[in-house]
């Protein structure tokens, strides 16, 4: 399967942001897609996540609040709405697929990634 990212940008502090994850070669029926981001110079840590059958939702403490992710079935696409972005928030989304709920959200232990898009958060 091939994850492909949209919607990074240039955008001010206090905007807001939709990144979209569509999947080609199956559907997003089954298995959970995670959204990771990557800062400059750092690690890629986990922002959150959503069971793509029943719809369930995690998030990391730092996001709370202000990330908000969801699926379309009809549209084969996980969207991660963004709001009040921050200049902390800049850095590379990857969205990510996995057939089972891991134990822990580490990158390490999802099988297919997209190639990323750039949010940059202007002050």
């Known amino acids: 399967v091939q994850l492909v990212e949209s919607g990074g940008g240039l955008v001010q502090a206090g905007d807001s942001l939709r990144l979209s994850c569509a999947a080609s070669?199956?559907?997003?029926?089954?298995?959970?897609v995670a959204w990771f981001r990557q800062a400059p110079g750092k690690e890629r840590d986990f922002v959150a996540a959503i069971t793509l059958s029943a719809g369930s939702t995690i998030y990391a403490d730092s996001v709370k609040g202000r990330f908000t992710i969801s699926r379309d079935k009809a549209k084969n696409t996980v969207t991660l709405t963004i709001n009040t972005l921050e200049p902390e928030d800049t850095a590379v989304y990857y969205c990510?697929?996995?057939?089972?709920?891991?134990?822990?959200?580490?990158?390490?232990?999802?099988?297919?990634w997209g190639q990323g898009t750039l949010v940059t958060v202007s002050s």
């Open positions: 990510a697929l996995r057939q089972l709920i891991p134990a822990k959200w580490k990158p390490s232990v999802f099988d297919s």
């Open positions: 070669g199956r559907t997003f029926s089954a298995g959970v």
